[in-house]
T-cell receptor, first 115, second 115 residues
Framework: DTEVTQTPKHLVMGMTNKKSLKCEQH?????MYWYKQKAKKPPELMFVYSYEKLSINESVPSRFSPECPNSSLLNLHLHALQPEDSALYLC??????????????FGNGTRLTVT | AQSVTQLDSHVSVSEGTPVLLRCNYS??????LFWYVQHPNKGLQLLLKYTSAATLVKGINGFEAEFKKSETSFHLTKPSAHMSDAAEYFC?????????????FGTGTQLKVEL
């Protein structure tokens, strides 16, 4: 079992819908991440939060809106997505964002399908 | 800039035989290196990490990797493959920027284990 919990496991949404992905960890980690993974590809970094503040946005389109309400929770709000946004969305956390030897702990992901 | 090259996109072994997954890296300073495993429709699980301590690193499930600076390699090995080892494996190098812990992923190696 993973220590990073993501909900929902699967999500199907239309291009006009608004939905949110949720992520939770209780390991006391202060850095949290969103990754996008297409089939047969490695994960691609989208956002990094460090101490609840957005520290990295990898030029992600504004139809993806991250939110970090507290140190344990991370949300990804979705609006007006395109079919090419269909992917596995992975949340991860690490002890801090400044230590390069602090490994990331990943959740099992949300499988998103945009119709 | 840093990069990771996984030399084989697919590796096939028989159950009970050794596993070798090859990884070369490029980094301008002493890197942190990781191997992650991803089973179908799951998140990434940390197998092991190298952070400038011992060059031979032991991980979970009988896996180990040796850091060889002269060869810029970090190959993953296991003495005897099990059917449950069939998965995608990612070699990862870590870079700590001012904003967060950014991982550079290799393109992945699909390990197939046959009876």
């Amino acid at each position: 079992d993973t220590e990073v919990t993501q909900t929902p496991k699967h999500l199907v949404m239309g291009m006009t819908n608004k939905k949110s992905l949720k992520c939770e960890q209780h390991m006391g980690h202060r850095a949290m991440y969103w990754y996008k993974q297409k089939a047969k590809k490695p994960p691609e970094l989208m956002f990094v939060y460090s101490y609840e503040k957005l520290s990295i946005n990898e030029s992600v389109p504004s139809r993806f809106s991250p939110e970090c309400p507290n140190s344990s929770l991370l949300n990804l709000h979705l609006h007006a997505l395109q079919p090419e946004d269909s992917a596995l969305y992975l949340c991860a956390s690490s002890l801090t964002a400044s230590s390069y030897n602090s490994p990331l702990h990943f959740g099992n992901g949300t499988r998103l399908t945009v119709t | 800039a840093q990069s990771v090259t996984q030399l084989d996109s697919h590796v096939s072994v028989s159950e009970g035989t050794p596993v070798l997954l090859r990884c070369n890296y490029s980094s301008s300073y002493s890197p942190s290196l990781f191997w992650y495993v991803q089973h179908p429709n799951k998140g990434l699980q940390l197998l092991l990490k190298y952070t400038s301590a011992a060059t031979l690193v032991k991980g979970i499930n009988g896996f180990e990797a040796e850091f060889k600076k002269s060869e810029t390699s970090f190959h993953l090995t296991k003495p005897s493959a099990h059917m449950s080892d069939a998965a995608e494996y990612f070699c990862v190098v870590s870079d700590s920027t001012g904003g967060g812990n950014k991982l550079t992923f290799g393109t992945g190696t699909q390990l197939k284990v046959e009876l």
